[in-house]
């Protein structure tokens, strides 16, 4: 029966929502295949499958007096389906019935057969209702967030800058932050909105200040070891620096002027106050930049061999031990733009009248750029060439071309065609500044405004005519916004916009086609920053502090390495195409050596990551053998196997648990003595049969990854006891470890495919599905099984469905609305 039960799917047993419209139809009910019967006498058919199945297996515990999970049968009748009411809970039914969820196993169960004819009847009528009656759902007025807005700066003016950072953190919804419900407006997140519009439109126009000011980069480090100062490594520290480099950082820097600019390092003194910024620590060399933006980078050179030797005495609070040698000149090498522009000389400890050390090689823990001096011109800028696509020669040309400026930008910025009642503002504005500081400054102030003008902060469209409550198409422009909003978080280039205005972007080959060109872009990687970042909870990584004295190895490296192998697998899967099954099983993954030895992986030399074939025999592969993953669904002490089999649930099958109780007991670590292993510790807290109904979804999956400890690394004991990573599921199926784990998810593989789905359906919305949402998700992932699973065929079924494409036409408020609201027409 549970293999039975496995073979229900609504990959098989499911009317797709196209063939719906042809009246074509294929069942599959566990083991029996049946010919589609008749509108008919799948009608006559209803209350067989509906009475038994609710009746026999539902109503005992989902009844209006005990209403457990919130949720009764009593009130749901078969016409339901036909007419849509009470949609929410019959998608609930269907979801926890088709996964063999429902009943619970403990519980009477209904034949394999009946089951499978019931997931089929309820999901191909709810399938036909959607179809008869398209429903996009909310679609309410979104205020871009923080990247969407910094990027749109971006794209828009050609200025690069760390706006996102200058506004405060956006809200979360559903596990992402552009949710249209939870992106609110204060009056202090319009001021610094002002104030990073401001910064924008100076930086763009070259109409900054030629004083000079610094600019500050931390390098990331680790905290000091032993009282003996911050670590560093033999090792180039990134891809941006020199192959034969050691140490030092590579930064991003806009020059606002041609001059020169001071870059100074602070170096690491080897002592318990690595906090402190001391003059002897600091080294500068002052270098020639014109206006733009420029790569600087500093490094040490590599010794290949001997190392750099180092002092492995330790200092302690009273006691500071003396190197036996003096120390010796290393030369830093400074680079901008990839050219050595200098070398400066700097001892290989530092050397105090009270105290000298050297237990690490020298490296930067921070790096300064200050300028411009001597500043000269800067019109070779290219966000000023960007902007300025014109130059009056005389005063009676400014207005003109002032209107083509601000008309230009405004038509990217608002997304869409502006006329002259729109522009008016813009352009008053600019006649205001231009009469008290010139043409320039002008222009400057009316970017400036554009910046924080409504059209732009938010995701404004355009109202649909038709049948009130009628579902229709929105505009060309407002789905060039939505598609560039979802690939790019951004706002649509100049093609987009083009296709656009000649109507032909909702053409279904022209809109795969530039889906398509959007995937291929650059400006993609803001799905894996945005998107992957948030679903699997890599921006935590961050946060995550593991205790140092349980995992000495863990380290700044290898937590950017963790990241960076999560990055680089999500955008691979993404760029290539691959089936979204890589993200359950692969035999590759991305590694560098500092990562491959956190895995035991032999062969990989240096810092540079590189694709990397996974035999057989490495339990890697995957999202759920990336350290990453393995480390944000940890404690810093230890493992998780609720966390971890929480995750899963979560965002890999979008079945989470219930929330617990507020009264849960802390796990107990110890028992007459004696160190518990997580398992141990679990199944006494399992005793409690409150806690055991979340536990025996959770737990086995959890229990599937202990080989992996809290920083993702591979061991086989665990509180001195070797460990048992087998399990058996809720509905008995057994299976052992991370493989076996890979397996009973893959046997679930369209389980997986609709998670996903509804996940990034979600991202690409910005609003929660709801369950006229649910037919669609199911068809998108059914057309993507026909393909391989292929992630673009997911992401090309997200954008042509009914809720990313239409819009619902509002209802005009009823007088009985109005009179409760107190609206009374002016008179």
């Not at 009748?77 to 403990?106: C, Q, Y």
């Not at 200058?166 to 319009?190: E, H, K, R, Y």
């Not at 402190?276 to 002052?286: K, N, P, S």
């Not at 490296?363 to 411009?372: E, F, I, K």
Request: charged letters at 25%; one cysteine or more.
């Amino acid at each position: 029966m549970v293999e039975a039960l496995r073979r229900i799917s609504f990959g098989r047993g499911v009317l797709a929502l196209s063939a719906l419209v042809s009246g074509s139809c294929l069942y599959a009910a566990a083991d029996v295949t049946a010919v589609p019967p008749s509108a008919p006498a799948l009608e006559e058919r209803r209350a067989e499958l509906v009475e038994p199945m609710l009746a026999d297996y539902c109503s005992r515990c989902h009844n209006d007096f005990d209403h457990v999970a919130g949720l009764s049968v009593e009130g749901l009748k078969a016409d339901d389906i036909a007419t849509g009411r009470n949609a929410e809970t019959w998608e609930k039914i269907l979801r926890r019935v088709a996964a063999g969820e429902m009943p619970p196993h403990s519980k009477k169960q209904p034949e394999p057969a009946l089951r499978a004819d019931f997931v089929n009847w309820l999901d191909e009528g709810r399938a036909r209702f959607v179809m008869a009656n398209p429903d996009p759902g909310a679609a309410p007025v979104r205020r871009l967030n923080r990247r969407e807005y910094a990027n749109a700066v971006r794209d828009l003016l050609g200025v690069e800058g760390d706006f996102a950072a200058a506004l405060p953190p956006d809200n979360s919804g559903f596990g992402f932050d552009n949710i249209a419900d939870v992106l609110s407006v204060s009056p202090t997140l319009m001021e610094r909105y002002v104030a990073v519009a401001g910064k924008a439109a100076r930086l763009a126009t070259g109409l900054v200040p030629k004083r000079d000011f610094v600019t500050s980069w931390q390098v990331a480090k680790d905290g000091s070891v032993m009282n003996s100062g911050i670590p560093a490594f033999n090792e180039r520290a990134g891809a941006d620096l020199p192959l034969g480099s050691r140490g030092g950082t590579a930064v991003r820097y806009t020059a606002r002027w041609d001059g020169a600019y001071d870059v100074a390092v602070w170096l690491n003194s080897n002592t318990n106050n690595e906090s402190d910024r001391l003059a002897e620590d600091r080294f500068v060399l002052r270098v020639p930049m014109k206006a733009g933006v420029h790569s600087v980078a500093v490094s040490f050179r590599r010794q290949t061999w001997p190392d750099e030797a180092v002092q492995v005495v330790r200092n302690t609070t009273d006691y500071v031990p003396l190197p036996l040698e003096k120390p010796v000149d290393l030369p830093l090498d400074v680079w901008v733009d990839g050219a050595r522009a200098g070398t400066l000389t700097v001892p290989s400890f530092r050397v105090h009248p009270r105290y000298s050390q050297h237990n690490f090689p020298r490296d930067v823990l921070q790096l300064d750029v200050a300028g411009p001096f001597d500043a000269a011109g800067n019109a070779d800028l290219a966000s000023r060439k960007a902007v300025f696509v014109c130059q009056p020669k005389r005063t009676v040309e400014e207005a003109l071309c002032a209107r083509r400026i601000l008309g230009s930008l405004a038509r990217r910025a608002w997304r869409g065609p502006v006329s002259e009642a729109e522009l008016a503002p813009l352009l008053k504005i600019y006649e205001s500044e231009r009469a008290a500081g010139g043409f320039e400054s002008g222009v400057e102030a009316g970017i400036e405004a554009l910046l924080v003008s409504p059209r732009f902060l938010f995701a404004v469209e355009t109202p649909v005519a038709g049948p009130a409550g009628s579902a229709q198409h929105i505009s060309d422009y407002d789905l060039a916004t939505r598609l560039s909003l979802f690939l790019w978080s951004s706002i649509p280039d100049e093609r987009l916009l083009a296709l656009a205005g000649q109507g032909k972007l909702h053409q279904p080959v022209v809109l795969a086609a530039e889906i398509a060109r959007m995937l291929a872009d650059r400006r993609a990687e803001a799905l894996t920053e945005n998107f992957a970042g948030q679903w699997l909870y890599l921006r935590n990584l961050d946060q995550q502090r593991p205790d140092i004295n349980e995992f000495p190895q863990f380290d700044v490296p290898l937590r950017s390495a963790m990241a960076t192998e999560t990055r680089m697998f999500f955008g691979h899967v993404l760029a290539a195409n691959r089936p979204v099954t890589d993200f359950i099983r692969a035999d590759y993954t991305f590694l560098n050596e500092r990562l491959a030895r956190h895995y035991g992986i032999d062969g990989v030399r240096g810092p540079a990551f590189r694709k990397v074939s996974l035999g057989a025999d490495i339990p890697r592969g995957g999202l759920l053998g990336q350290a990453s993953i393995l480390t944000v669904t940890s404690y810093g002490n230890r493992t998780s196997v609720v966390k971890r089999g929480k995750w899963i649930l979560d965002n890999m099958l979008a079945s989470p648990p219930p929330p617990p109780p507020a009264d849960v007991p802390a796990l107990k670590t110890e028992h007459d003595g004696r160190l518990l292993t997580a398992r141990e510790q679990l199944e006494l807290h399992r005793a409690n049969p409150a806690c055991a109904s979340c536990h025996q979804r959770m737990d086995p999956l959890g229990f599937a990854l202990e080989n992996f400890d809290a920083v993702g690394a591979w061991r086989a004991q665990d509180a001195g006891q070797v460990i048992d990573a087998g399990a058996v599921l809720a509905d008995g199926t057994a299976f052992k470890g991370f493989t076996g784990l890979q397996q009973i998810l893959l046997d679930r593989r369209e389980e997986f495919a609709r998670a996903f789905t509804e996940r990034l359906m979600t991202y690409a919305l910005g609003r929660g599905l709801g369950p006229q949402d649910m037919p669609a998700v199911r068809a998108i992932a059914r057309d993507a099984a026909k393909d391989d699973w292929r992630v673009q065929t997911i992401i090309r079924g997200i954008v042509m469905s009914s809720g990313f494409t239409l819009r619902r036409v509002p209802t005009p408020p009823t007088n009985v609305a109005l009179a409760v609201s107190g609206w009374r027409p002016h008179r």
